[in-house]
Structure formats: C-alpha cells, structure tokens
C-alpha cells in the first residue's frame, strides 16, 4: 500500500519566524572534523552514528 503524499503547506513557511544570514554568521562557531591522514587517504574508514538525543 503506498503512503500518501503531503501537501507542502506554503503559508507555514511565509509565515515562519526566522530571517535569513549569511553563510560566514552560520558557520563562525563551527570547528571542522580534525581526520587523520590513513581517513583523508582513504586507508580507514569512519563511522557516523546519529544519537538518539532530540536536543541537537
């Protein structure tokens, strides 16, 4: 049985509270993954596992 398909709600995002900023304010605290070189390589490989904490 398919699911059925949502209509996207267009007033909700007109009227969203929020404003637009730039892409140098949404990134300023961010701090890049620090690899290792066999990662970057190529040689190792990673695991991203999501939590299951909603407050992120």
Same mark, same amino acid.
């Not at 209509?7 to 304010?25: H, P």
């Not at 300023?28 to 991203?48: A, M, Y």
């Given at each position: 049985?398919? /699911?059925? !398909?949502?209509?996207?709600?267009?007033?909700? +995002?007109?009227?969203?509270?929020?404003? /637009?900023? %730039? /892409?140098?304010?949404?990134?300023?605290?961010?701090?890049?993954?620090?690899?290792?070189?066999? !990662? +970057?390589?190529?040689? %190792?490989?990673?695991? !991203?596992?999501? /939590?299951?904490d909603?407050?992120?």
């Open positions: 049985m398919a /699911t059925p !398909v949502k209509r996207l709600d267009l007033k909700a +995002l007109q009227e969203r509270n929020g404003g /637009t900023i %730039s /892409t140098k304010e949404a990134l300023k605290d961010i701090t890049p993954f620090q690899w290792k070189n066999s !990662v +970057l390589n190529g040689k %190792s490989k990673i695991t !991203v596992k999501r /939590t299951k909603n407050n992120v």
